[in-house]
């Protein structure tokens, strides 16, 4: 059974800087891997998908990377802006299976 | 604009009431699905349906029902059985067809329970 971890729960950065977060699973037969964004009270919004045959994708100041050997994954956030203050969910999909696996989020917090 | 549409945005229930939270898509998707979101948990997937007039439970289909008469709409019904109700519920869809699996999600709907 596929199990998606994501540590810290919380992270609090100062604006300007650079940060990365992070994701890991512990079934490497993955199909792909989705980051989301999710403001307070709000749906997810789709950031980067990652195909299996990948090593990163990007879109601006992300940067997301997997690495399926070691069952991570990170999402790199350049020069942070207080925008940027949301939760971070990663999910897996796995071969054959319909159905995505979730991360609990990370709830990232940029401090003007 | 094309997305996913869902509502009520906010909706509140008495005990032994079934309500419906209404899921509509106009991205043209063959597959569609629904998610529970409680504090401190993943999402969860309640049903998914990858074709019109079939569907599958997910990990915690009890106490839900859903149809799928129409490509664009997938409505979720939550019933009495259902315990513990109060929570936020997502509806999502992706493009079957070039199975890339992106998911797209809807605003959510925020289901209270008094």
């Known amino acids: 059974k596929q199990e998606v971890t994501q540590i810290p729960a919380a992270l609090s950065v100062p604006e300007g800087e650079n940060l990365v977060l992070n994701c890991s699973f512990t079934?490497?037969?993955?199909?792909?891997l989705q980051w989301f964004r999710q403001d307070p009270g709000k749906g997810l919004t789709s950031l980067l998908l990652?195909?299996?045959?990948?090593r990163e994708q990007t879109s601006g100041r992300l940067n997301a990377s997997l690495d399926k050997s070691s069952g991570r994954s990170t999402l790199y956030i350049a020069a942070s802006q207080p925008g940027d203050s949301a939760t971070y969910l990663c999910?897996?999909?796995?071969?054959?299976?319909?159905?995505?696996?979730f991360g609990t989020g990370t709830r990232l917090t940029i401090i003007p | 604009d094309g997305g996913i549409t869902q509502s009520p945005k906010y909706l509140f229930r008495k005990e032994g009431q079934n309500v419906t939270l209404s899921c509509e898509q106009n991205l043209n998707h063959d597959a569609m699905y629904w998610y529970r979101q409680d504090p401190g948990q993943g999402l969860r997937l309640i049903y998914y349906?990858?074709?019109?007039?079939?569907?599958q439970k997910g990990d915690i289909a009890e106490g839900y029902s859903v149809s799928r008469e129409k490509k664009e709409s997938f409505p979720l019904t939550v019933t009495s059985a259902q315990k513990n109700p109060t929570a936020f519920y997502l509806c999502?869809?992706?493009?079957?067809?070039?199975?890339?699996?992106?998911?797209?999600f809807g605003e959510g709907s925020r289901l209270t329970v008094l």
């Open positions: 999502a869809s992706s493009i079957q067809a070039t199975n890339t699996g992106e998911l797209f």
């Open positions: 349906s990858q074709i019109v007039n079939d569907f």
């Open positions: 990652i195909q299996s045959s990948q």
């Open positions: 999910a897996v999909k796995n071969f054959g299976n319909e159905k995505l696996t």
């Open positions: 079934d490497s037969a993955i199909y792909n």
